[in-house]
């Protein structure tokens, strides 16, 4: 019975601790979800200068950085796309794949990006890729441990819960600097592309921006969520 009040008090921390963390988070993933559609949808509608397609842009890209090695792939879906490190593939969702739009031209040299990036080993991809398996497993137990902490005023459990919901906030962190340097360097390429003139330039980067704004809305959101989780933890010593 004691347990069962402790975790109704704590239930109420939870639920009004959502109003203070949750909700500008999801008010930002919401604008970023927002406008991302927006700005893929205009400039899935502009030609691209380059008179070439997506996936034609990607394999000039990765020719020209020695990686002809990298299969590209179409793959159901929108905004669907991924560079895969495991297999070196390029997976390219059809309107991308195969549209000459600006927003096709610059999704796919961003997936390009991922490709140099293995190439080069860069240092916040691999550390990415070794946290992946983590990452999953926490992501399965982290609330479980949490909330079962709660409920049996076990704290120990508790923390272990947060430790491993700190893994994956550290991913969300983490993926920042690694999907801004796959723009930069797709931006880097396409400007470099013969044909390339202003308005491609400009929308490539409208587009890549909005992109990266759902990342940084999901990093945020894992911030608040862990913040909200943490203050139940203070409340109650
Ligand atoms: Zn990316």
């Known amino acids: 019975m004691i347990n069962f009040l402790i975790f109704a008090g704590r239930y109420h921390n939870y639920v009004s601790s959502y109003f203070i963390y949750i909700i500008p988070a999801m008010l930002l993933s919401l604008y970023a979800q927002f406008k991302i559609q927006a700005v893929y949808r205009e400039y ?10 997506g996936a034609e842009v990607a394999r000039a890209i990765l ?5 002809r090695n990298v299969n590209i792939k179409e793959v159901p879906g929108t905004l669907s796309d991924f560079y895969d490190p495991r297999d070196k593939s390029l997976s390219l969702s059809k309107d991308i794949s195969d549209g000459t739009s600006i927003a096709s031209v610059a999704v796919a040299a961003h ?3 991922h490709a140099i990036q293995d190439k080069e080993s860069y240092p916040m991809l691999n550390l990415r890729s070794l946290m992946a398996p983590a990452v999953s497993i926490s992501s399965s137990l982290a609330m479980y441990l949490i909330l079962g902490g709660l409920f049996f005023n076990f704290m120990k459990l508790f923390d272990i819960g947060i430790i ?9 962190l983490i993926t920042l600097p690694v999907e801004f340097n796959a723009s930069r360097r ?8 013969p044909g390339v003139n202003e308005e491609t330039i400009y929308g490539s980067k409208k587009v890549l921006k909005a992109a990266a704004l759902t990342y940084v809305a999901a990093a945020f959101a894992a911030i608040s969520e862990i913040l909200r989780l943490l203050s139940m933890r203070r409340r109650d010593d």
């Open 44 to 53: 899935m509608g502009r030609l691209s200068s380059l008179g070439r397609s």
């Open 63 to 67: 020719d020209k950085n020695g990686l």
């Open 111 to 113: 997936e390009v990006g």
């Open 164 to 172: 491993l919901y700190g893994i994956i906030v550290l991913f969300t």
């Open 186 to 193: 797709a931006l880097n390429e396409i400007s470099a592309m």
